[in-house]
């Protein structure tokens, strides 16, 4: 195994138990912060934007920080980050992808159509929690209280 699987392995070996703030012995914090720090310092976007976004995407509810290792990790690639956001939230909306897209509309992008549509989409698709749908409720009532 070399040392991408290796990461991406302990990656997917980390679950909601490891984020449970009631266990004092919990420490996916700690080993999910290493693991993104050597993602970002050893591969590109390109290879650690899919499993990170997986790991979003199957921890959505669990407090793996707000924004926390995983979306410095992201945000580390600068733009190059936003078609991998995008894919993800259209194939399952999360808490943590509404709020990063509610910091690309922050930077006024463009496209700030396409990204507000982006989170209107959350409600009521099908594979998104309950806590994606309100995340990007409030953040689409935050953008458009600024004339978007």
């Not at 199957?58 to 407090?63: F, I, K, N, Q, Y």
């Not at 259209?90 to 396409?114: H, I, S």
């Not at 099908?126 to 990007?136: D, F, I, M, Y």
Request: proline share 7%.
């Amino acid at each position: 195994m070399d040392e991408f699987e290796g990461l991406i392995a302990e990656l997917q070996a980390l679950g909601p138990a490891d984020f449970d703030l009631g266990n004092e012995s919990s420490a996916g914090w700690g080993r999910l912060g290493e693991v993104c720090d050597r993602l970002v310092d050893h591969f590109d976007i390109q290879a650690f934007a899919p499993p990170l976004f997986a790991f979003l995407e199957r921890l959505d509810g669990s407090d793996i920080g707000a924004p926390g290792p995983v979306v410095h990790a992201l945000e580390s690639a600068g733009p190059l980050h936003l078609p991998y956001l995008w894919e993800s939230m259209r194939r399952k909306p999360t808490a943590l992808g509404a709020w990063m897209v509610n910091r690309v509309l922050n930077t006024n992008p463009p496209d700030v159509g396409r990204w507000l549509d982006l989170l209107a989409s959350v409600d009521g698709h099908s594979k998104a929690s309950e806590s994606a749908v309100n995340e990007a409720r409030e953040f689409l009532r935050y953008q458009r209280s600024k004339g978007r």
